[in-house]
């Protein structure tokens, strides 16, 4: 089983619509939770981060972290066709080593 | 400022054949990654190296090797490749260690294929 899992979609919706895209992870020790954004043939971006648990909100984006659940959400509002992308959710621990999801491959139809 | 720089952007190799792959960076950050990128993989970690001078193994460092040039420079060589080295390999440089690496800064990337 992989530490870090993340559906790979694609997932195809109308423009405005909301988009929810989730990672579960098994590691507890994670505490770091990040968001990160790749256009085609680009390298990632980060996008949102969160320490430990809670929401965090950024214009038309939203992270929610659940330790408890062991469960990590990224809400995008008003969904524009700039927003097509691969979201990759990221997690760590106090130490430096990333570990990344498979990425969600996103399509806004407009 | 352009970031962190990768070369080559593509590049073919034939099985057996060796090359490597630099990355450098402007930032004057002390942590540089390698990353490898498969389809349904996601990234995975193949070294890391936290200051000039140190490098440590990663997820997957099997059939690499780097090197810490200097604090700007940092490659990646592949002495025999294989078919499953096939992948778009990415740099990246955080600003910061531990606690403050989670953000990345990542190079364009190179796409590879061995044939």
């Known amino acids: 089983q992989k530490e870090v899992e993340q559906d790979p979609g694609p997932l195809s919706v109308p423009e405005g619509a909301i988009v929810s895209l989730n990672c579960t992870y098994s590691n507890s020790a994670f505490q770091y939770f990040m968001w990160y954004r790749q256009y085609s043939r680009k390298g990632p971006e980060l996008l949102m981060y969160?320490?430990?648990?809670g929401n965090k909100e950024d214009g038309r984006f939203t992270a929610q972290v659940d330790k408890s659940s062991k469960y990590i959400s990224l809400f995008i509002r008003d969904s524009q066709p700039s927003d097509s992308a691969t979201y990759l959710c990221?997690?760590?621990?106090?130490?430096?080593?990333?570990?990344f999801g498979a990425g969600t491959i996103l399509r806004v139809k407009s | 400022n352009a970031g962190v720089t990768q070369t080559p952007k593509f590049q073919v190799l034939k099985t057996g054949q060796s090359m490597t792959l630099q990355c450098a960076q402007d930032m004057n950050h002390n942590s540089m990654y390698w990353y490898r990128q498969d389809p349904g993989m996601g990234l995975r970690l193949i070294y890391y190296s936290a200051s000039e001078g140190t490098t440590d193994k990663g997820e997957v460092p099997n059939g690499y090797n780097v090197s810490r040039l200097n604090k700007r420079e940092f490659s990646l060589r592949l002495e025999s490749a294989a078919p499953s080295q096939t992948s778009v390999y990415f740099c990246?440089?955080?600003?910061?260690?531990?606690?403050?690496?989670?953000?990345?800064?990542f190079g364009p990337g190179t796409r590879l294929t061995v044939t």
């Open positions: 990221a997690m760590k621990s106090g130490g430096n080593k990333l570990v």
């Open positions: 969160t320490y430990s648990s």
């Open positions: 990246a440089s955080p600003p910061g260690q531990g606690s403050n690496s989670y953000e990345q800064y």
